[in-house]
């Protein structure tokens, strides 16, 4: 892959006034680091109505943002075949269903066999865009459907989807915990304090998170979920499943070993149970508007095995004794690329 520059172009959102530029550019490209935003302004590839940009800058609402950004990250990134699940696909975008243990990008320790290596392997043309066309993530162990651009036309008009959370994203959770009541949380998320790996709670320095859960099934020590993202903040359910009390099972940063009742537990669900090697969250359904055509799209899929079989020894457990509401996507049959009216109601 050549080096380039890549320029980007936005407006500040008028929410944002009083927050720092460094700040507002992290929540707004979400796709890159801190500390690389910070690292961009101190060499001057950010200007904010055309003048030399200082992190610390508090910004009003409605500057320009012009970026200079030179294509590093991608540099080391090696095109690798790895098998991809593609669901959709034309000349402007990819839609994908993402498996477990695969990270999106390269990082420290995931220089290869990421998303990106194997988009790079399946068409060689995206390595002409940022991150591959790569405009949103899911965790490695988060499964389900992400969407690729494949020009920077669509690149942009989908960053512009997200950042206007217009984008539709619905998830199926498996939480622990007996829920009794569907629930919005409204609670803002940041760094954790003292663990920089992780998100957290944070009313202070956290951004803006708003997560809807619906209850699907509730079991004897589980509650089967659908969540819908207003917002797209890193390990955003985990973190607020995990604030409300009911952490998403096999969750390895936000599980709460210390939750598994072991004395009360069935022996066989709890052997289950230790052996699900990550969270049991999976992206079932993915919405959008076409860059291009302006047509409303949507997508849906099937919960991967793991979780099947991890319900399947749930419900056998807590037979005669669970609500079982009605799930479509349990036995799903989809015709998928339908132009549908995007609501989260339905």
């Known amino acids: 892959m050549n080096k380039k520059d890549i320029y980007k172009k936005f407006i500040i959102p008028a929410t944002y006034f009083g927050s720092r530029l460094d700040h507002v550019l992290s929540d707004l490209l979400p796709e890159l680091s801190r500390s690389k935003i910070q690292n961009m302004i101190k060499q001057d590839l950010v200007k904010i109505n055309g003048n030399h940009a200082v992190q610390k800058y508090k910004v009003v609402g409605d500057e320009e943002i012009i970026i200079k950004d030179t294509i590093n990250d991608e540099l080391t990134a090696q095109p690798e075949y790895i098998s991809l699940d593609i669901i959709y696909e034309d000349d402007d975008l990819i839609v994908l269903n993402k498996p477990k243990n695969l990270v999106v990008h390269p990082g420290s320790g995931n220089l290869s066999g990421t998303l990106l290596n194997a988009l ?58 007996q829920l009794w009541k569907d629930k919005v949380i409204d609670k803002p998320i940041g760094r954790h304090p003292r663990q920089r790996t992780k998100m957290a709670i944070n009313k202070i320095n956290g951004k803006e998170a708003t997560t809807k859960f619906e209850i699907l099934e509730r079991f004897n020590f589980h509650t089967y979920v659908r969540c819908l993202l207003q917002t797209g903040r890193t390990h955003q359910i985990r973190v607020h499943m995990l604030d409300n009390n009911s952490p998403i099972v096999g969750d390895p940063d936000y599980g709460l070993k210390k939750i598994i009742p072991t004395k009360k537990i069935n022996p066989d669900l709890l052997n289950v149970i230790k052996s699900f090697d990550r969270q049991a969250l999976h992206a079932i359904s993915l919405g959008l508007i076409h860059p291009k055509t302006g047509q409303s799209m949507k997508w849906s899929i099937d919960l991967p095995e793991d979780m099947k079989n991890l319900l399947t020894v749930i419900r056998d457990d807590s037979e005669g004794n669970m609500l079982n509401d009605h799930d479509p996507f349990l036995n799903p049959v989809y015709e998928l690329n339908q132009p549908i009216d995007i609501d989260e109601n339905k």
């Open 120 to 177: 790079l392997y399946y068409d060689k043309k995206l390595e002409r865009l940022p991150r591959g066309g790569i405009v949103h993530r899911l965790d490695k162990d988060t499964t389900g459907l992400m969407v690729v651009a494949k020009n920077e036309e669509a690149q942009n008009n989908l960053v512009d989807q997200l950042q206007s959370k217009s984008v539709y994203r619905e998830y199926r959770a498996i939480v622990w915990g």
